[in-house]
């Protein structure tokens, strides 16, 4: 018979899916961690943002960060006594739910919580989030910062914003070459679901009120095989640091 001279679709590029491929790669440098690194913490992620988990990779150089499917790290970590990669793992199983990530390191827990304490870098808020304080424009001229600083430190938004400022909702109008506004306008108020209005809003007036922040929720050490659940201890404070401390100082001896 002849030919087919119907035409076909030919792609180009051709791409295999990898997702089992990854996931024994997640599995197998997990339980290579465990032999290497003394110490494993449960983590979890509040507003995530890619740079600063950079900055966190790169200023942690020593350690090895994971994020993947729960259950997959929980496998690799073993979820019984029986089935566990070292002692003590299993119980690290039950940390493992929602967005978390792990983090083996060489660095003791003081150290570890130190460090994550004092790195909080702000970002600009997404739709969804909840508002963490309220933002209001000013009545009068609109200022590029909208009194968040000096208005001697200030200029005036420039007037070709004027007509996005009115899409946004802002009852806004020019008036000789500036923005006004008649009465102050409410952006949103602490505790609000932020939509996507304003957080263009907050933006656009660099307001930043999203908190990057990790949350550590469990502390593995392999010399003892114990597990410490740090959701309360963080939330204690001061005192928190003070047992830490002591029970470093048991380990070693």
């Known amino acids: ?74 496998k690799a970590l073993g979820t019984s006594p029986e089935t566990e990669n070292a002692p003590g793992l299993s119980r690290l199983s039950t940390f493992l739910n929602g967005s978390v990530g792990l983090l083996f390191t060489p660095r003791p827990l003081t150290n570890v919580v130190s460090y994550f304490s004092s790195f909080t870098p702000m970002d600009y808020a997404r739709s969804g989030t909840i508002a963490t304080r309220s933002f209001t424009l000013p009545s009068g001229t609109v200022y590029s910062r909208a009194g968040e600083i000096p208005i001697e430190d200030d200029v005036p938004l420039a007037h070709s914003i004027e007509p996005m400022l009115r899409k946004l909702g802002v009852p806004s109008r020019l008036a000789k070459g500036k923005i006004e506004l008649e009465n102050e306008h409410l952006v949103c108020r602490e505790g609000d679901i932020l939509g996507s209005g304003a957080t263009t809003l907050l933006k656009m007036f660099g307001v930043a009120i999203a908190e990057f922040k990790v949350e550590l929720r469990a502390y593995w050490s392999a010399s003892s095989g114990d597990v410490i659940d740090l959701g309360d201890r963080q939330r204690e404070g001061v005192e928190d640091g003070m047992d830490i401390v002591e029970e470093e100082e048991d380990e070693e001896s």
């Open 1 to 74: 018979m002849p030919k087919s001279k119907r035409a076909k679709v030919v792609h180009l590029s051709k791409t295999e899916k990898k997702g089992k491929e990854l996931t024994l790669k997640l599995y197998a440098n997990i339980q290579k961690c465990v032999a290497e690194y003394p110490y494993l913490f449960v983590f979890s992620v509040e507003n995530m943002r890619n740079t600063y988990l950079k900055d966190v990779r790169t200023q942690l150089s020593d350690s090895r960060l994971f994020f993947g499917k729960t259950k997959v790290m929980a």
